[in-house]
């Protein structure tokens, strides 16, 4: 693909490694941030700085925007200088904030009526997934539109696939943080389990890491578990949107998803506890502590 000039909005854990893959590729980058030090990095890489989400918009002919929240997304999309406040005829607008299924549905309504397009395009893989350009990248929006951005997306990811329309991207996202949901607790209490019996969490890992019971989140999460790591590769607040989401948009469907709200508490609680800017693996220090266990 010959060199584009992109937009990039949020430059967090994840953001960051994705945009610098961009830079790494050629490609002219422009970027913003609510805390420019967080793209310091990035522009000693070549980016060059936009104050604004409009301004980055004006130098870019395709946007990617990878913020917290959904209602970062609003701000960012819409706010008073958001991207779709400018002149937008012929470009496109890339969320892959995990966000909101029918906020996708608006942002790509709004992006066609100004004569540009739209995709939702959440991820997994968290930070080393980011990190490593291996990605699972899940795409709403119109094909055609995926089929052109794609050789960009492929900068970012191993697994990408096409979902459907807007919004199909998000509903996609939100199985697969269902499925997360119940994985990391069985994660945390099969750990739990070792710790108790006096075995070494990282044999664990080696024998049950390989069989049956085999998950990303074993084999990477578990490991941070066994060294008592529980820096954010993806924030435990982050989760509990994610999860308020899905839960959102279980009821709207009439759909009784037990285990997920049961997980949803436990973080909840870990929240209460001051841990929301720990990684997702901090379920095990909440899980811990309900168990007597003091974790450093």
């Known amino acids: 693909m010959n060199p584009v000039s992109i ?9 960051q490694a994705m945009c610098g893959h961009m830079i790494d590729a050629g490609h002219r980058v422009y970027v913003f941030n609510r805390t420019p030090r967080k793209a310091d990095a990035l522009i000693e890489k070549g980016a060059q700085w936009c104050d604004t989400p409009r301004a980055t918009a004006q130098h870019s002919d395709i ?9 970062d997304v609003e701000e960012v999309l819409f706010g ?3 991207i779709l406040t400018g002149d937008v005829q012929g470009k496109i607008v890339v969320d892959m904030t995990t966000s909101r299924p029918d906020l996708a549905a608006v942002i790509y309504r709004k992006a066609q009526a100004l004569g540009a397009a739209a995709l ?27 089929d052109r951005v794609l050789p960009l997306f492929q900068l970012l990811g191993k697994n990408i696939a096409y979902m459907g329309d807007a919004g199909a991207g998000q509903h996609t ?3 697969n943080q269902v499925l997360i949901a119940g994985t990391m607790i069985g ?17 664990i890992i080696d024998v049950i890491g390989q069989g ?7 084999n990477n999460l578990g490991r941070r578990i066994a060294r008592n790591d529980f820096n954010p590769g993806f924030y435990i607040r982050h989760f509990v949107k994610d999860m308020g989401i899905a839960l959102d948009e279980a009821r709207r469907m009439h759909l009784s998803l037990p285990g997920l709200a049961l997980v949803h508490q436990f973080y909840v609680a870990a929240m209460a506890q001051g841990d929301q800017e720990l990684g997702t693996q901090a379920l ?8 007597g266990e003091t974790i450093i």
């Open 7 to 15: 937009g990039w909005i949020g430059t967090g854990v994840m953001g």
């Open 63 to 71: 946007l990617f925007c990878m913020v917290g929240y959904p209602q």
């Open 80 to 82: 008073p200088q958001g």
């Open 120 to 146: 939702d395009a959440p991820v997994s893989g968290g930070d080393i997934g980011a990190r490593n350009a291996t990605l699972a990248i899940m795409v709403g929006g119109d094909k055609k539109i995926f």
């Open 173 to 175: 996202k939100m199985c």
């Open 187 to 203: 994660v945390v209490e099969s750990l739990l389990y070792a710790r108790r019996t006096g075995l070494d969490p990282d044999a």
């Open 212 to 218: 049956a019971a085999s998950s990303w989140a074993i």
């Open 284 to 291: 095990y220090k909440i899980l811990a502590r309900m168990n």
